[in-house]
């Protein structure tokens, strides 16, 4: 480790990233604010989850088909949830 992390940091680091990553949309993204919170650069905290994870997983030429679908599959989804939210808050906003 560079710049004298301790494996405990490291440790923290990665449990914390492991924790959160649900919460961003990317590994980049997560490192992020660990980065700041311990000082480091967000590379030095990338490495270490890579070390620990192994690289991110990229999508293949042949799976980009199906994740498009996939997600244009989620986009609807979550455009009919948001409509219904706002016809059943329509009224409520109505009476104000």
Do not use: F
């Amino acid at each position: 480790m560079s710049r004298g992390y301790t494996e405990t940091t490291r440790k923290w680091a990665i449990k914390t990233y492991n924790d959160t990553r649900d919460q961003y949309r990317s590994r980049l993204e997560c490192c992020t604010p660990i980065a700041e919170a311990l000082g480091a650069h967000v590379n030095t905290v990338v490495r270490w989850i890579n070390a620990e994870l192994g690289r991110p997983r990229v999508v293949t030429e042949e799976e980009l088909p199906q994740r498009l679908r996939d997600l244009e599959d989620e986009v609807r989804r979550l455009r009919q949830a948001n409509l219904e939210l706002t016809e059943q808050l329509s009224p409520a906003w109505g009476a104000v």
